[in-house]
């Protein structure tokens, strides 16, 4: 048995041996725990510093109330083993700091007179508030009091000085029901600093029928009966500033425990305030981004899987002869297996010591996503903080990434030198193919497809577009069964193919053929890894340009145009007296903005008024209500966004028809279908204003639209869009209205808000794209989406490259003394390059080719389901042509210098390199 020292000098030897290929397993065994990790790194990170703005103000605020009136009053001693509970037991289990925690004690109602007249002042309830001095003012006196002898010092508030008379230095008699009168003294008077200050135990008006006593004053006023206490509130305030999201789970468990000891203590008190709910669903918008970021990573992940196994079938394999001689001289299996466990367990710490390095860059990098692979934005982490959960999953993703190297290791250690040459010359299908796992996945596929069809797709969103798992989950499996179903199908095509060129004279091609449907085994991890991978890209680059672009979409359409102006109308009234002398103003008309001083403003180009009016007009004998869009013809087509399937028709046509016919009208074209209306004919509507119907309007139909901007066809029966002056003639007045407006090529949105301000022009409120853009595009959920599915685009494209240039390299590396031997029997060098050539095209145009199909016919089958727009405006399927060719471009220049490289080198060894001694 080797000593322990030996054993490691011997793994740290074959490690050397093997550097290229351990190299390239520690880089994927890296990526994956950096993804692991990265993953609730990311959650916490962005959550954490989002918390408080989801809670309640204060965020973490507790109030606990015991109520006399329904449980019965308490003794001085349970009180106190409440509030030793409370503040001791409650809030160390809380586990966070106490910024403030305020008591208010109620021993019950108390009459109240001047002592010296004997004058009734009132009955007001006395008790103690303890901790609340930074919320009230003293106005008069001073507390804490000085001595005042046997009497007992009260603070009031200060309306009792205007609604009883009494002032400071005022002696009162106050005496409980059924208790002994006691004289005391108003020592000060206070005032509430801030009434809107949340963190006041109750509103300040509650103590305005509160006398109060110092805290350590109570006892002796209720001495002597045996239950005084009437209520007691207990409200702490707790500091979460250093609070993570991955904390919230203990905290939440924490605060029902203590909840339970503290009723045991106190039966009766009840929770009445805590931040548990608002924890709680925090909870689940959390833990929902994370099931979302797990379905983004897991097609990834399972790729950096696989292309680990793939490598470390090969390192493993290399070794395997090295085993069995060492197994055959006598090195038993335990100490073979403790050099493979060793080997991989450096690799696994090895890793994961980069990934604690690499993972926080990594969050940092998503946190600053804007779009799919646009990482240009400010980013939303503010702090990154190792929690042990996300430890632990870093670990275990390092652990099963190692597995699949020490399961082989394990299984070769059974072998000696007979079965290795037994097994070695036995060639079997993949596991996956035995348990036909690529009929599974398509079944499963194919029952998600048929699902969403039944359902009409999903209505997802721009924002959270994975909150329901079959967005991504089906069309993985898709994807994943058609890549295992073609390389089940492959051999027997390439098969078909040969037998064809065998009866041509192209050797080179011939050989190709012949080397795939033989070995197929060699090629297989290239081949799946390739096809996988790139339907994946094609799919993943189409959905996530038409995320960015239907969210955009959605926005433009919610805004209307560059720039949206809301005005403040004057009203202009006429006051009317009824027949009890009341009077009452009516609203007769409106003054209009001066929107042509917007005109001269050098950063406005363009501008549109734009009124929305309820409306009602009669078809088929039937009364419709809808909306009426008056706007303002020259001027709408340059301001709005309008796509070109908004309607038939383009809106500059249909506005020129405007120019003819001002009054005419643009119908919605849903409802002339509906009706059976036609251009050209006439209809019959009016419009309220002014709280009344207003005379009817004949119009002419000049165009039909399927879909305006801000409006939604079936919120209503009908809309229309018309000229807005005709509108204010019928009514007699100018109604209220927006301001659409497209800006200067030169100018911003900053300098044109302030142009806008210097003419004193009445806003009430700016709406515009670029803004709520970059809002949604800083959602956590959103950025987080896009950001580990473009970290996973770019990682899943790498490892295939990596993976697709180690199984090229070994496989003819394999064939070298074949490749020796037909050399030796006079096949010529061009020849070798030729069959090199083209064994690796077959391949990358297999690989390559069957992924595009695939990841085409993904798309077209699986994304027109998810209508990330919400249905406004229409849902419209982008493919990413751009970084598909791209992608595809970057494949085959390395497939194709791999190719060139390989035969170069093949062809430049020596026989006598490539031919060892007893291998023909």
Do not use: C
């Not at 009824?578 to 903005?593: I, K, L, M």
């Amino acid at each position: 048995m080797f000593k322990i020292i030996d054993i490691v000098a011997f793994t740290l030897e074959r490690i050397r041996q093997h550097f290229t290929l351990v190299l390239w397993v520690l880089i994927g065994i890296i990526v994956a725990v950096t993804l692991a990790l990265s993953l609730p790194l990311y959650v916490d990170a962005v959550y954490s510093g989002i918390l408080e703005s989801r809670l309640d103000n204060p965020p973490y605020a507790y109030l606990y109330r015991y109520l006399g009136a329904w449980e019965g009053n308490i003794s001085l001693d349970e009180l106190q083993s409440a509030d030793t509970a409370i503040k001791g037991q409650f809030a160390d289990a809380i586990g966070l700091p106490i910024d403030k925690a305020t008591t208010y004690i109620s021993s019950g109602r108390y009459a109240t007179r001047l002592a010296e007249s004997n004058v009734q002042v009132g009955t007001f309830t006395v008790g103690s508030l303890s901790d609340a001095e930074g919320l009230m003012t003293i106005t008069a006196g001073e507390w804490p009091p000085e001595d005042t002898g046997d009497q007992i010092p009260l603070l009031l508030p200060e309306s009792m000085l205007f609604a009883n008379g009494v002032q400071v230095g005022d002696v009162l008699t106050i005496q409980r029901s059924g208790g002994q009168a006691q004289e005391a003294v108003i020592a000060a008077m206070w005032r509430a600093t801030n009434e809107n200050d949340p963190q006041w135990l109750f509103p300040p008006r509650f103590f305005e029928q509160v006398i109060l006593v110092p805290e350590e004053t109570l006892p002796g006023l209720i001495e002597g009966l045996e239950a005084p206490i009437e209520e007691v509130d207990w409200y702490v305030i707790f500091n979460g500033d250093d609070l993570r999201t991955s904390d919230i789970d203990a905290l939440l468990t924490n605060s029902a425990r203590a909840r339970i000891q503290i009723e045991r203590v106190l039966p009766g008190i009840t929770l009445s305030e805590s931040p548990e709910d608002g924890l709680i669903a925090f909870n689940a918008e959390a833990d929902s981004l994370t099931q979302q970021l797990f379905i983004i990573v897991m097609p990834v992940a399972g790729l950096v899987l696989y292309f680990i196994s793939v490598v470390s079938g090969l390192l493993v394999t290399r070794q395997q002869a090295e085993d069995v001689k060492l197994r055959s001289r006598g090195m038993s299996r335990t100490a073979i297996l403790t050099v493979h466990v060793l080997m991989w367990a450096l690799i696994v710490i090895v890793a994961l010591i980069s990934a604690l390095l690499l993972s926080p860059l990594l969050v940092q990098l998503i946190g600053r996503t804007v779009s799919f692979l646009d990482f240009t934005g400010t980013t939303s982490v503010e702090s990154i903080e190792l929690s042990s959960e996300a430890l632990l999953l870093a670990v275990g993703a390092g652990v099963a990434a190692a597995s699949s190297g020490l399961l082989l290791a394990w299984r070769i250690t059974l072998q000696n030198i007979n079965s290795l040459q037994r097994v070695s010359k036995q060639a079997s299908m993949a596991w996956w193919q035995r348990s036909y796992l690529d009929i599974l996945a398509i079944v499963l596929a194919g029952y998600v497809l048929y699902t969403l069809m039944q359902r009409q797709g999903i209505d997802a969103s721009a924002d959270s577009p994975f909150a329901d798992p079959l967005t991504f989950i089906g069309p993985t499996l898709f994807a994943l069964g058609l890549t295992l179903l073609f390389l089940r199908l492959l051999p027997i095509v390439l098969g078909i193919a040969a037998r064809i060129i065998g009866i041509t004279s192209n050797i080179p091609l011939l050989m190709s053929l012949r080397e795939l449907t033989r070995s197929m085994g060699r090629y297989r991890g290239t081949l799946l890894m390739t096809a996988f991978t790139l339907s994946l890209a094609g799919y993943t680059a189409s959905m996530a340009n038409t995320l960015d672009q239907s969210l955009l979409d959605v926005i433009q359409y919610r805004v209307g145009s560059e720039l949206k102006v809301t005005t403040i109308s004057d009203t202009q009234t006429e006051s009317t007296e009824d027949d009890s002398g009341e009077t009452t103003d009516e609203v007769t008309g409106y003054n209009a903005p001066p929107v042509l001083d917007l005109w001269n403003l050098p950063e406005i180009e363009s501008l549109s008024r734009v009124g929305e009016y309820d409306a009602r007009i009669t078809l088929g004998g039937q009364r419709l209500t809808g909306l009426v869009l008056g706007v303002d013809r020259e001027g709408l087509g340059g301001v709005t966004y309008m796509r070109n399937d908004y309607s038939d028709v383009p809106l500059g046509n249909m506005l020129n028809e405007l120019a003819d016919n001002r009054t005419g009208v643009i119908l919605s074209k849903k409802t002339a279908e509906q009706y059976n209306i036609l251009i050209g004919e006439e209809i019959t509507y009016q419009i309220t204003a002014l709280g009344e119907w207003q005379s009817e309007i004949r119009a002419t139909i000049i165009g039909l639209i399927d879909y305006f901007p801000t409006i939604d066809p079936d919120a209503q029966d009908f809309f229309l869009i018309t000229s807005i002056t005709p509108l204010f003639e019928v009514v007699g007045t100018p109604l209220p209205f927006d301001v659409w407006i497209n800006m200067a090529e030169d100018a911003t949105l900053d300098t044109t808000k302030q142009a806008i301000a210097s003419i004193n022009f009445p806003v009430l409120r700016y709406d515009d794209p670029d803004t709520q853009l970059a809002q949604a595009q800083a959602e956590p959920s959103r950025r987080g989406v896009l950001g580990f599915l473009s970290v996973g685009f770019v990682a899943a494209i790498i490892l295939t490259l990596i993976g697709s240039i180690i199984q090229s390299t070994a496989s003819l590396q394999a064939q070298s003394a074949q490749l020796g031997s037909l050399r030796a029997m006079g096949l010529g060098s061009f020849s070798v390059r030729l069959y090199v050539l083209l064994l690796q095209s077959l391949i990358a145009i297999s690989g390559v080719g069957s992924g595009t199909l695939i990841g085409l016919g993904t798309t077209i089958l699986f994304l027109p389901m998810f209508d990330f727009s919400g249905g406004l405006p229409p849902y419209q399927l982008r493919l990413a042509w751009d970084e598909i060719l791209l992608v595809y471009g970057m494949f085959g220049a390395v497939l194709l210098l791999v190719a060139l490289v390989m035969a170069f080198v093949l062809t430049r060894q020596q026989l006598s390199n490539a031919i060892k001694l007893g291998s023909i």
